[in-house]
């Protein structure tokens, strides 16, 4: 069964500082590997997908690496700013068949605030 | 593209009363729709894999006839919690499939 874990579980930083959130995963056989941003009692918003054959992805101030072979993910925000705080979940995605492999495990979150 | 709503946002009901909530894909058609749920600090947890036409799949340790999934048209699936208790109290997120997932706002169910 698949697992995945956040560390660390909350993060407060000061405006402008560079940060790095880590992902880890049991499973290596995954699909592909996305971080979400969630903020506080609202839906989930798709930051960066990465597929199993890739190693990172980039959107602006935001990298996200994959390193599928030690079950390994980080998310890197650069010069971070208030706006940014907001929980950020890792999932990812099963190998298989439609069903199975459609399904998205979660991690447990890091809960990021951006001070001035 | 890929806009997921909910409805409701927010429900408060009554012990032993029974709530449904509504999940639309508003410009494209999904045969696969996913619940989860999502307790105060905690990750989503998936509840049941919806497919439009058949019945749902759940997962382990989710009760069917508690959570009723119906996925009636290519653009709506509904999850009833029927006689709801204080402890099905959660957030429920829905998603759609169209490649990847895209996820709705939340409903947040309080049961008194």
């Known amino acids: 069964k698949q697992e995945v874990t956040q560390i660390p579980a909350a993060l407060s930083v000061p405006e402008g500082e560079n940060l790095v959130l880590n992902c880890s995963f049991t499973d290596s056989a995954i699909y592909n590997l996305q971080w979400f941003r969630q903020d506080p009692g609202k839906g989930l918003t798709s930051l960066l997908l990465i597929q199993s054959s890739q190693r990172e992805q980039t959107s602006g101030r935001l990298n996200a690496s994959l390193d599928k072979s030690s079950g390994r993910s980080t998310l890197y925000i650069a010069a971070s700013q208030p706006g940014d705080s907001a929980t950020y979940l890792c999932?990812?995605?099963?190998?298989?068949?439609?069903?199975?492999?459609?399904?998205?495990?979660f991690g447990t979150g890091t809960q990021l605030k951006v001070e001035l | 593209g890929a806009v997921v709503s909910q409805h409701p946002s927010r429900v408060i009901c009554k012990s032993g009363t029974s709530v449904k909530i509504e999940c639309r894909s508003l410009?494209?058609?999904?045969?696969?729709m996913f619940w989860y749920r999502q307790f105060p600090k905690q990750s989503l947890m998936l509840m049941a894999t919806?497919?439009?036409?058949?019945?749902?799949?759940?997962e382990q340790g989710v009760e069917k006839d508690k959570f009723l999934i119906n996925h009636a048209s290519l653009t709506l699936s509904t999850l009833t919690v029927t006689s709801a208790h204080p402890e099905d109290s959660s957030f429920y997120i829905c998603?759609?499939?169209?490649?990847?997932?895209?996820f709705g706002p939340g409903t947040r169910l309080t049961v008194l």
């Open positions: 998603s759609a499939l169209r490649g990847e997932q895209f």
């Open positions: 919806s497919n439009e036409g058949s019945k749902a799949t759940y």
């Open positions: 410009d494209f058609q999904a045969t696969t």
């Open positions: 999932a990812v995605r099963a190998l298989g068949l439609t069903g199975g492999g459609n399904k998205l495990t």
